[in-house]
C-alpha cells in the first residue's frame, strides 16, 4: 500500500477500500483540517440501517460529527454513527500480512471502517458508507428512481455553515 502497509486480501470484491485506503494515507501529505469520504463500502451498511440514513465512522472528534449529523438532519440525509473501538480491530488481523482486506461475518461495515482507519494518520477523519441510499430501485420521497446522489445535499449544508 501507498504507506508501506502490507495487506492480504481475502477477498477482491473488496477492491474499492484498498484504493481508498492508499488516498486516506496520500491526503496527509495536504495537512488536511478533516477528510470525509463517500463510498458504496458495504452491503453491511444497507442491510443494517436500509436506505433511510448513511452510516458514518471515523476519528473525527464529537464536534464535527455533532455538525454532519445537524446538516444531515436538515437535508433528510440522516446519519447513523458506528464505533471504531479497538476490539473491531481484531475482526482484520492476518497472520501473514499487517492486515486483511475484509473482516468476519458480523459487523462488516465496521470492519471496512477499521480498515480505512488504519490508514488515517494526524487528521481528522469521517467515512460516509452510502450504500443503502446511494441507488434506489423505486421512487422514495423526494428521491426519485436510480441514482440519488446522497449526501451532496448534506455535504453543501455542512460547508456553508462553516463560512
Do not use: C
Not at 502497509?5 to 496520500?26: H, P, Q, S
Not at 478533516?34 to 452510516?55: N, Q, S, Y
Amino acid at each position: 500500500m501507498y504507506s508501506g502497509m502490507t495487506v492480504e486480501v481475502l477477498n477482491t470484491d473488496a477492491e474499492g477500500r484498498l484504493l481508498l485506503a492508499d488516498a486516506l494515507a496520500f491526503a496527509k501529505k495536504y495537512d488536511p483540517e478533516l477528510v470525509l469520504d463517500f463510498a458504496t463500502l458495504t452491503g453491511a451498511a444497507a442491510r443494517a440501517i436500509g436506505k433511510e440514513g448513511i452510516v458514518v465512522m471515523g476519528t473525527a472528534g464529537d464536534e464535527w460529527m455533532h455538525e454532519l449529523k445537524q446538516a444531515g438532519n436538515r437535508t433528510h440525509e440522516r446519519l447513523v454513527e458506528f464505533p471504531l473501538w479497538d476490539e473491531y480491530a481484531d475482526h482484520i488481523k492476518s497472520d501473514i500480512a499487517d492486515i486483511n482486506n475484509i473482516g468476519k461475518g458480523e459487523a462488516g461495515a465496521i470492519s471496512a471502517g477499521k480498515f480505512l482507519e488504519r490508514f488515517i494518520e494526524g487528521y481528522p477523519w469521517v467515512h460516509f458508507d452510502i450504500a443503502g441510499p446511494a441507488y434506489l430501485t423505486a421512487p422514495d420521497s423526494y428521491r426519485g428512481k436510480g441514482g440519488t446522489g446522497t449526501t451532496v445535499r448534506l455535504t453543501y449544508d455542512f460547508l456553508k455553515s462553516k463560512v
